[in-house]
T-cell receptor
Framework: DTAVSQTPKYLVTQMGNDKSIKCEQNLGHDTMYWYKQDSKKFLKIMFS???????INETVPNRFSPKSPDKAHLNLHINSLELGDSAVYFC??????????????FGDGTRLSIL | DQQVKQNSPSLSVQEGRISILNCDYTNSMFDYFLWYKKYPAEGPTFLIS?????DKNEDGRFTVFLNKSAKHLSLHIVPSQPGDSAVYFCAASSFGGTSYGKLTFGQGTILTVHP
């Protein structure tokens, strides 16, 4: 009964390919996020959706396109993968977004390696 | 521009003693602060939080202290246990406005608790 689940856990692919990472939460939360943890271990926000609506887009290349088919799912599609995209991507969810101080709950991450 | 800083990359503590992890922030708009624990190959797990209207919050062995004038918070773990060995991230967000609950993370402190 995983709360926030991401697939795949590991993703190894070549430069130039297109790939998707899926995220699902069963906590009933209305807000979902994507974070990137780079080689220096910083966790940085990329996107956030509240009730399927994009509310945060943090200067991310437009090769990255999030999609939220419903409030329990937030997928991340990446076009034309580059070496610098190698990182761990974390999905998270919370209730209420900015209108309530509720902690975010994270998935276990997707480790993306670009060859 | 690193708005949340954890200046100690690592901390080593004997089992049973107190662990004190520190975090400094620069953005005076932050009003909600969280600590997360992270094991290898897992996502961050929420530990404890504090809003800016308080200066202390306690949950079992974990206590978070907030000094708003110094823009400093700390996490105390007492007594420390070997299972507490993990990376600890400090995070901050702004309630309301256009931040939409996004978290700004510090770079983490590796805590090692020796038996």
């Amino acid at each position: 009964d995983t709360a926030v689940s991401q697939t795949p856990k590991y993703l190894v692919t070549q430069m130039g390919n297109d790939k998707s990472i899926k995220c699902e939460q069963n906590l009933g939360h209305d807000t979902m996020y994507w974070y990137k943890q780079d080689s220096k271990k910083f966790l940085k926000i990329m996107f956030s959706y509240n009730n399927k609506e994009l509310i945060i887009n943090e200067t991310v290349p437009n090769r990255f396109s999030p999609k939220s088919p419903d409030k329990a799912h937030l997928n991340l599609h990446i076009n034309s993968l580059e070496l610098g995209d190698s990182a761990v991507y974390f999905c998270a969810s919370s209730q209420g977004g900015s209108i309530s101080n509720q902690p975010q709950h994270f998935g276990d991450g997707t480790r993306l390696s670009i060859l | 521009d690193q708005q949340v800083k954890q200046n100690s990359p690592s901390l080593s503590v004997q089992e049973g003693r107190i662990s004190i992890l520190n975090c400094d922030y620069t953005n005076s708009m932050f009003d909600y602060f969280l600590w997360y624990k992270k094991y290898p190959a897992e996502g961050p797990t929420f530990l404890i939080s504090i809003s800016s209207i308080k200066d202390k919050n306690e949950d079992g062995r974990f206590t978070v202290f907030l000094n708003k004038s110094a823009k400093h918070l700390s996490l105390h773990i007492v007594p420390s246990q070997p299972g507490d060995s993990a990376v600890y991230f400090c995070a901050a967000s702004s309630f309301g406005g256009t931040s939409y609950g996004k978290l700004t993370f510090g770079q983490g402190t590796i805590l090692t608790v020796h038996p």
